[in-house]
């Protein structure tokens, strides 16, 4: 124990700051008063729930009514579960594109693309 220096401090283990403490208003202006080289970039809609969006689309199945309403796709024309189709209906369903094709191809309309509402060409599929 004589070699011991009783002055030195040896630390083990020192964890460095979060991810949200390296973040923090407070410690952006410690590193810039260090002199630190500090990036900062804007995220454009960051934090914002696109899927939720209303389109044009939407607006037209909200003013639905008994003379005008959209005609149903039945579970054994997709091969969906029901749940799956009643999202899509209310619009809660993130689009996927396969189960936009089945729809496509069972109403004989486009869903996607530029040509919307336009009806599907029936024609020889090449693979």
Same mark, same amino acid.
């Given at each position: 124990?004589?070699?011991?220096? =009783?002055?030195?401090?040896?630390?083990?283990r020192?964890?460095?700051?979060? *991810?949200?403490?390296?973040?923090?208003? $407070?410690?952006?202006?410690?590193? $810039?008063?260090?002199?630190?080289?500090?990036?900062?970039?804007?995220? =454009?809609? *960051?934090?914002?729930?696109? $899927?939720?969006?209303?389109?044009?689309?939407?607006?037209?199945?909200?003013?639905?009514?008994?003379?005008?309403?959209?005609?149903?796709?039945?579970?054994?024309?997709?091969?969906?579960?029901?749940?799956?189709?009643?999202?899509?209906?209310?619009?809660? *369903?993130?689009p996927?594109?396969?189960?936009?094709?089945?729809?496509?191809?069972?109403?004989?309309?486009?869903?996607?693309?530029?040509?919307?509402?336009?009806?599907?060409?029936?024609?020889?599929?090449?693979?």
């Open positions: 124990m004589a070699e011991s220096d =009783w002055d030195t401090v040896t630390v083990l020192k964890k460095g700051p979060t *991810a949200a403490q390296a973040k923090s208003k $407070q410690a952006i202006l410690a590193a $810039q008063r260090r002199g630190e080289d500090v990036e900062t970039s804007k995220k =454009w809609a *960051a934090g914002q729930n696109k $899927q939720h969006s209303i389109t044009k689309n939407t607006a037209k199945l909200d003013r639905e009514t008994e003379e005008l309403h959209h005609d149903r796709v039945t579970l054994e024309k997709i091969n969906e579960k029901p749940q799956v189709i009643a999202d899509y209906e209310s619009g809660r *369903a993130i996927n594109n396969q189960v936009l094709g089945k729809i496509e191809r069972a109403i004989g309309l486009k869903l996607r693309g530029k040509d919307i509402g336009k009806p599907i060409e029936k024609g020889p599929r090449g693979k």
